[in-house]
């Protein structure tokens, strides 16, 4: 495979759902474009259609993980916000067991929402939230934070911030705050406790401007880009199924924000994706460590 002038550095789309029903047609295919657009790296984020099925992005990792054609996918496991309610003993167990296994590098999706009113409970929410940052912190994993407010709030940002600031930042693990729609002032707060940032392909919309505001007093250095496909395709695909393909969009974005340009900020967010899981001693992420690291030609890989 010979790389063009688009795909010589390397990608990591951050936060993908490889398992969704809506690649079931196609997922090998979809797989394969990611790696011709140079994405190396997927994290498929372990929450599946709720407890009983978060195991499935572990599966499907272990499935491709000899297919050289492939992207590499670590994973995540975690209960979403939205089945909160399910959080059993049992499906707690299960998740302590995931945390465990060597492709998970990561707690999450978890935190809190409170934008659908037949969410569960905000107070059952911040229960299952603090029982899975103990789980991750007995597994020394980061976590992957949601958070969606209501219309209009900053209630669920203000809780979910004072949750982490309380019960997560002594841990010294930090996370990531994942398909990132809040202000400045959230996103340094979650930064000064060892966060880094992760843009979706919503950057990209036309309405977004103040979110591309925030975006740019970000240092480079704490990026992440992401699809969180199947969901948010960017634009010129909005409306569109998403796939790790089309992580490239969001980067480019980020490259106009901060007058860079894309190969600089995909290999930054690559970097930065390796760096701060590899330091926290993560399994099977495990390049790209040193400050001045470059992200391989794609023709040098195997």
């Not at 657009?37 to 000899?66: F, K, N």
């Not at 302590?96 to 707690?107: C, F, K, R, S």
């Not at 982490?164 to 809040?182: N, R």
Request: proline share 5%.
């Amino acid at each position: 495979m010979q790389p063009t002038l688009e795909t010589q550095f390397a990608l990591v789309d951050s936060h993908a759902h490889l398992d969704s029903a809506r690649y079931d047609a196609d997922r090998e295919a979809m797989l394969l474009r990611a790696r011709e657009a140079g994405v190396e790296m997927i994290l498929a984020v372990g929450i599946g259609d709720g407890p009983a099925t978060m195991h499935a992005a572990l599966e499907l990792s272990r499935q491709v993980a000899d297919d050289a054609r492939m992207p590499r996918i670590v994973v995540s496991a975690g209960i979403h916000p939205q089945e909160a309610a399910m959080a059993d003993a049992a499906a707690l167990d299960k998740l302590g067991a995931l945390a465990a296994e060597p492709e998970v590098v990561a707690i999450g999706e978890i935190g809190l929402d409170d934008y659908h009113a037949e969410n569960p409970a905000l107070e059952v929410q911040q229960r299952v939230f603090a029982q899975q940052m103990e789980i991750a912190a007995q597994h020394k994993l980061p976590i992957l934070i949601h958070c969606r407010p209501a219309e209009g709030s900053r209630a669920a940002w203000e809780a979910t911030l004072s949750m982490l600031e309380t019960q997560w930042k002594s841990t010294g693990l930090g996370g990531v705050l994942h398909c990132f729609t809040g202000e400045w002032e959230q996103a340094r707060r979650a930064m000064e406790m060892g966060f880094l940032i992760s843009f979706a392909g919503n950057l990209t919309f036309p309405k977004a401007q103040a979110l591309r505001e925030v975006a740019k007093q970000i240092p480079l250095d704490r990026l992440l880009v992401e699809t969180d496909a199947p969901f948010l395709a960017p634009v010129p695909h909005r409306g569109q199924r998403n796939e790790p393909a089309l992580v490239r969009h969001v980067a480019e974005t980020l490259a106009e924000i901060h007058g860079s340009d894309f190969a600089t900020v995909a290999r930054t967010t690559t970097e930065n994706f390796y760096r701060f899981f590899g330091a926290l001693g993560s399994r099977n992420v495990s390049r790209n460590l040193n400050a001045d690291a470059r992200i391989p030609n794609l023709a040098n890989r195997k």
